[in-house]
């Protein structure tokens, strides 16, 4: 019955029938099943980019679908989860965890709520200025982010992210668990292409944490994280 319901659904969607056959056949193909989802035009040797049409993350019926016998060993979603409610989060991070494999990662970057930019702020948050965060439904923390790990069952890895007081931390160590373009070492935009813009950047952070740009040569930054299979 519900592979039928399934079939009935993608007859009316000629763009999901066809993601989701080829999105199968990767996945049957695959050694070590590496999802890149909502991978825009990103392509990663070892990754299967997928997009909402074909898998879509608040669905849990997607990955029962896709991943009754087979296992995924790494997520990646790179300024995605912004894009969904919180409680669609939470149960993506519940729903996911049968198709994981012990110590699978699920790696995550979004806007980091604690940037100690007011101006980087009003661009990304829910409703922001920047082109597509009118769409972003929630502004996470590096607290909020370990809270929901903690609560969900995941050991949380920081790698980048503002504390509470706009103090940068970062430890990048590989990419192994999936390549970030929005951190301080690979960001490349606005702030990196526009010198009134980084002044912007500049002039609407306190006094006292400017100097971690300069000394850092950072600008934007993603708040990034690994979250793991416990």
């Not at 079939?7 to 193909?29: E, Q, T, W, Y």
């Not at 608040?58 to 409680?87: A, C, M, N, W």
Request: aromatic fraction near 14%; charge should be neutral; include cysteine.
């Amino acid at each position: 019955m519900f592979h039928k319901v399934i079939s009935m659904r993608l007859f009316r969607n000629p763009l999901s029938i066809f993601g989701r056959r080829r999105l199968a056949d990767k996945i049957l193909r695959a050694d070590c099943v590496r999802l890149n989802i909502g991978a825009g035009r990103t392509r990663y040797k070892g990754w299967i980019s997928v997009e909402k049409y074909a898998l879509d993350i608040t669905r849990p019926e997607d990955f029962s679908y896709f991943f009754g016998h087979k296992k995924i060993s790494k997520i990646l979603l790179e300024h995605v989860v912004e894009h969904i409610q919180q409680e669609d989060f939470l149960e993506f991070l519940t729903h996911v965890k049968i198709n994981l494999v012990p110590g699978a990662t699920i790696r995550i970057a979004v806007p980091d709520a604690y940037h100690p930019s007011e101006y980087v702020r009003e661009l990304t948050k829910p409703g922001g200025l920047e082109p597509g965060a009118d769409d972003h439904k929630v502004f996470y923390s590096i607290d909020l982010m370990t809270d929901i790990a903690s609560k969900h069952g995941y050991t949380i890895k920081p790698i980048e992210f503002f504390d509470s007081k706009g103090f940068f931390h970062t430890d990048i160590d590989s990419w192994n668990n999936g390549y970030i373009s929005r951190c301080s070492t690979n960001y490349e935009g606005r702030f990196t292409s526009n010198k009134d813009e980084f002044a912007k950047l500049i002039e609407t952070t306190p006094a006292d944490l400017r100097h971690q740009f300069i000394d850092n040569s950072i600008s934007y930054t993603s708040l990034f994280v690994d979250f793991i299979k416990e």
